[in-house]
């Protein structure tokens, strides 16, 4: 049964850093993944989206990885801004669809 | 406006009604999703549908009912609400292709079961 974790479970960092937040998945056959930002009382925006064969995708600031063989994706985030508050989730997709928890980030100015 | 709407957006209710919750979508995406989102447990599949008339269970479906009958809406019915169904509710929909290509959300329907 696959297993997504992120850890932390929440970040606080100072603006204009840049910050890597993780999603680690016990089952390496997937065909991708994918990684949300969440903002208090509204759905789910996609930021990227993994395919099982490419090691990475960027947009932006952000840049996110992913390791099949050692079960762990990375989303980096360049030069954090307030506006970057929010949760982030990263959703691991294989014969299920299976969300983590997230990691609740706070940009502090 | 194009994108895709849920209604209502906040309910409460009481046990053992029927609740029926509405998404809609006007990008004409095949793929409709029902998630429901917990405290503790993140986001979990309810059901899903591919096309208008084709539904799948997914993770959590036992209590809910889905039908499909236009490709634009996607409604979400609990037959005999009870208060472990007390929830964040999301609908979300994507483009034809793999089944989880990139997904766009709704803004959810927070629904309250007394």
């Known amino acids: 049964k696959q297993e997504v974790t992120q850890i932390p479970a929440a970040l606080s960092v100072p603006e204009g850093e840049n910050l890597v937040l993780n999603c680690s998945f016990t089952?390496?056959?997937?065909?991708?993944l994918q990684w949300f930002r969440q903002d208090p009382g509204k759905g789910l925006t996609s930021l990227l989206l993994?395919?099982?064969?490419?090691r990475e995708q960027t947009s932006g600031r952000l840049n996110a990885s992913l390791d099949k063989s050692s079960g762990r994706s990375t989303l980096y985030i360049a030069a954090s801004q307030p506006g970057d508050s929010a949760t982030y989730l990263c959703?691991?997709?294989?014969?299920?669809?299976?969300f983590g928890k997230g990691t609740r980030l706070h940009i502090l100015p | 406006d194009a994108g895709i709407t849920q209604s209502p957006r906040y309910k409460i209710t009481e046990t053992g009604r029927q609740v029926t919750l509405m998404c809609h979508q006007t990008?004409?995406?095949?793929?409709m999703f029902w998630y429901r989102q917990d405290l503790g447990h993140g986001l979990r599949l309810i059901y899903y549908s591919a096309a208008a008339d084709i539904t799948d269970k997914g993770e959590v479906p036992d209590g809910y009912v889905v039908s499909r009958s236009k490709t634009e809406n996607f409604p979400l019915t609990l037959e005999s609400a009870t208060r472990s169904q007390t929830s964040v509710y999301f609908c979300a929909s994507s483009e034809p292709g793999l089944l989880y290509n990139e997904q766009f959300f709704g803004p959810g329907t927070r629904l309250t079961v007394l």
């Open positions: 089952d390496s056959a997937i065909y991708n």
């Open positions: 993994i395919q099982s064969s490419q």
């Open positions: 990008w004409s995406h095949s793929y």
């Open positions: 959703a691991v997709v294989g014969d299920k669809i299976i």
